[in-house]
């Protein structure tokens, strides 16, 4: 089999997974987050938290449940890495400093999983554990909560702006739907090879006489919810590029799977739950077609190998691994950067210019192709708000969405969330550039660097993770930056969404008429494509025609 | 649906900072997170390393092998280690099958996991690539345009324990030389490890490196 047929078929199996589960795995969510029982494990829960599952929410005290956990948090998460070298399993770490602390903690609760530390020296056993771990579950919880208040919005009608309990979510989202997945995901992951242990670095003397260091630690059990959760934060400094995490191109697939499964599956749930599996499969679509055309682009790029380096190392293998090659690895960064993962298996630094180029719209696009775990579904759904409305401006009728009207205060908030992202990336990289402290870390000058500055402020506003690796972050003035744009990147969208879903909740269903656009068909489908290039298209295109653009026509 | 409880249980009289809705939220967010931490980071990870160990102790344990290549559970026990079937070694010397080169730390430093990070267009990687190319035409004496790809880049992880079935082919007159050995029986060792892709189509064609020393050198130590 030729290169070119072997990656085909290896996209094919890919898709044909999803197929399969996502309709099973939807419509098992849509039920757990519809259910009135409470497992009895849960119960105990509940009990020794003294939170009230049942208690239905306004949005807004959805939302203070929502911070206040996410504060909690950061706050302990930012003590576990102050503290670490005095907790067990620390393996000699240093405490973190301030700077650093506070960007990992706020990378790991706002499911981005930056880092600017290198795991296998700066990360104890206890931290990686009890704190990034139990993050990587969290934080997914959180998206999967934010992205089911939004569609009991839609689903709902005439309350007083009530989507659900928070508390509720959260739990079970972790206990019904991630951990039993993570669990069997970690032992399969284990069984191809990922190491699962509680050592150390232990020296050996290697075959030719030198010695080595293998490492050790529970990384497969991290692994599966990294990918599972769209995390994206390595055990190990080289993420999933490491042997250790990713051993062969088996457990590669099985990673790409594991992480594009859940935002594959939501759009089902969101069909079931709105009483409307059409609405579910046009969104579905949509997804499908972004992250087909991303895929493809990026494994055409890193195949075709255009570049100095390329050209004359004869393929773009610089920053790859031999067992995953062009194809895997270009597989790979596409579905992370349109999960909002940031795993990598290739350094994508290194990757051609128009295959970065791909990973970088990819994330500009807001990570909706097809997203983070809930953030992907709920970016999506904002999106499609946006594109009635634009289409209702067009034919000269009210717009409305699943028999909700889109007025004045919804475009509002549809409007706010759409602009958050680009400012946050613009102000944040402009200032880098432009401040002495910013552009200290750019290891390459010319257009690169700029890539590789925007492509860290695309990332934490993304809250993807992944970057251009060349650029120096572990300085106090990326650190601090960094940090606080991700923390508005996840919760100023967050508190926008929920607002959102108040206000629908709140209104009242109206029947759909001979001027209501059907948002099954695939003309919708088309124009909610056509709007999320469109938008990105219109806000990007000049910074990166100064960055990965101007990089490609060198 | 209708009822107006708050969702988190009211305070007891008296606390500090009980009146602040916020500071009550991330309090009860403490409490929901203390006992998830339980769960997720205690009881999860030790009960994957638990089953882990078990049922597959060689993969949990790092894939670690010895001398005369068979399989070790632990990399301290009374047969000594000699590395890891997934992780890449340094080989210098012309006896040895060579591995890629490594960006981490002074070379294949698995407390420095990583890439070189450097761009498509950086001048500092096509010089690496240009002096990479040199040395391996030199040492296997072959023209400079036969040398693949993966022996002029570094891996993404820097312990790459793999090489193309070409650069591995590409070495062997200089280890059978360098061995006194008899050029095509290392040739078909070469043939006799190259994996092909998982499943026919995942991933690509290749050659581990470590495991293709050991088999050299129980064929001539």
């Known amino acids: 089999m030729n290169e070119i047929t072997a990656a085909v078929v290896q996209i094919g199996l890919v898709v044909l997974l999803l197929v399969l589960v996502h309709r099973p795995l939807g419509d098992y969510m849509a039920r757990v987050f519809t259910s009135r029982r409470h497992l009895a494990v849960e119960r105990a829960g509940y009990r020794v938290m003294r939170v009230d599952p049942d208690a239905e929410q306004r949005w807004s005290s959805y939302l203070l449940s929502l911070l206040g956990f996410g504060a909690a948090s950061i706050l302990v998460l930012y003590g576990l890495a102050r503290t670490q070298h005095l907790l067990p399993l ?214 075709a190998a255009p570049g100095a380096v390329p050209t004359a190392a004869g393929a773009a293998m610089e920053g790859k691994e031999v067992r995953f090659g062009e194809a895997a690895s270009a597989l790979f960064a596409a579905s992370t950067t349109g999960t909002s993962t940031g795993a990598v298996n290739a350094m994508h630094d290194s990757l051609t210019a128009p295959g970065g180029g ?58 706010l969330y759409i602009l958050t992202m ?98 099954h068909r695939p003309i919708f489908v088309g124009l909610l494509v056509a709007v999320t290039v469109v938008v990105v298209g219109l806000t990007f295109i000049p910074v990166l025609a100064l960055g990965p653009i101007a990089e490609a026509l060198a | 649906m209708t009822t107006a409880t708050p969702a988190v249980t009211a305070p007891r009289r008296g606390r500090p900072g009980a009146a602040l809705p916020f500071v009550r939220q991330t309090l009860a967010g403490l409490r929901v997170l203390l006992v998830l931490t339980v769960v997720l980071g205690v009881l999860y990870p030790l009960a994957v390393t638990g089953v882990a160990q078990v049922l597959l102790p060689w993969q949990a344990n790092g894939s670690l092998v010895a001398a005369d290549g068979s399989y070790l559970e632990q990399a301290d026990g009374p047969t000594p280690a000699i590395g890891s079937a997934l992780l890449g070694q340094r080989f210098d010397g012309d006896e040895w099958f060579r591995s890629r080169p490594s960006a981490a730390g002074d070379g294949w430093d698995a407390t420095a996991s990583g890439g070189s990070n450097l761009g498509p267009e950086s001048q500092d990687l096509l010089a690496d690539v240009e002096l990479r190319r040199a040395e391996v035409s030199r040492a296997d004496g072959v023209a400079p345009g036969e040398v693949p790809a993966d022996a002029l880049t570094a891996s993404a992880s820097g312990l790459d324990p793999h090489i193309s079935p070409a650069y591995a082919r590409l070495q062997v007159a200089r280890v059978a030389a360098a061995r006194g050995l008899d050029e095509s029986a290392v040739a078909g060792l070469v043939d006799s490890l190259v994996e092909g892709r998982d499943l026919g189509f995942l991933g690509e064609p290749r050659v581990n490196v470590l495991r293709l020393n050991l088999a050299l050198q129980t064929m001539a130590p």
């Open chain 1, 422 to 519: 680009p400012a946050l990336v613009l102000v944040g990289a402009g200032l880098a550039i432009a401040l002495p402290a910013g552009q200290a870390g750019i290891q390459e000058g010319g257009p690169h660097g700029l890539s590789e500055v925007l492509y860290a402020f695309t990332s934490a506003a993304n809250n993807n993770g992944s970057a251009f690796a060349g650029l120096t972050v572990a300085t106090p003035f990326y650190d601090t930056a960094l940090g606080l744009v991700m923390l508005l990147g996840r919760f100023v969208p967050i508190a926008l969404v929920l607002a959102l879903a108040g206000r629908l909740a709140s209104q009242g269903t109206v029947p759909a008429g001979e001027g209501t656009l059907p948002t």
């Open chain 1, 358 to 415: 791909v990973a970088l719209v990819n994330m500009l696009l807001g990570e909706v192709a097809p997203g983070g775990v809930g953030a992907g579904l709920y970016g999506f759904l904002v999106l499609a708000v946006l594109t009635v409305f634009l289409a209702g401006l067009m034919v000269g009728r009210t717009p409305e969405l699943l028999g909700k009207k889109i007025g004045r205060h919804e475009i509002t908030l549809v409007a």
């Open chain 1, 90 to 303: 620390s393996l000699g770490v240093s405490p973190m400093d301030p700077a650093g602390a506070w960007n990992t903690a706020v990378s790991f609760v706002t499911n981005t999983n930056w880092q600017s530390y290198s795991g296998e020296t700066e990360a104890g056993h206890l931290l990686q554990m009890a704190g990034l771990a139990v993050q990587n579950f969290v934080s997914a919880a959180t998206g999967l909560a934010v992205a089911v208040a939004l569609v009991r919005g839609f689903a709902r009608s005439g309350t007083d702006g009530r989507v659900g309990n928070f508390w509720a979510d959260l739990v079970r989202a972790v206990v019904r739907v991630l951990l039993p997945a993570a669990a069997v995901a970690a032992l399969l992951l284990v069984a191809l090879g990922v190491v699962q242990n509680l050592g150390g670095h232990v020296e050996v003397t290697s075959l030719a006489g030198g010695t080595t260091v293998m490492p050790g630690g529970p990384v497969a059990s991290q692994e599966a919810i990294k990918e599972l959760g769209t995390n994206g934060g390595g055990f190990f400094n080289a993420n999933s590029a490491h042997p250790f995490e990713n051993p062969t191109p088996l457990s590669n697939v099985v990673e790409i799977f594991l992480l594009l499964v859940i935002p594959f599956s939501l759009p089902r749930t969101f069909g079931r739950m709105v009483g409307d599996l059409r609405q579910g499969r046009a969104v579905a679509a949509a997804m499908a077609v972004l992250w087909v055309s991303a895929v493809g682009l990026l494994t055409w790029a890193e195949l």
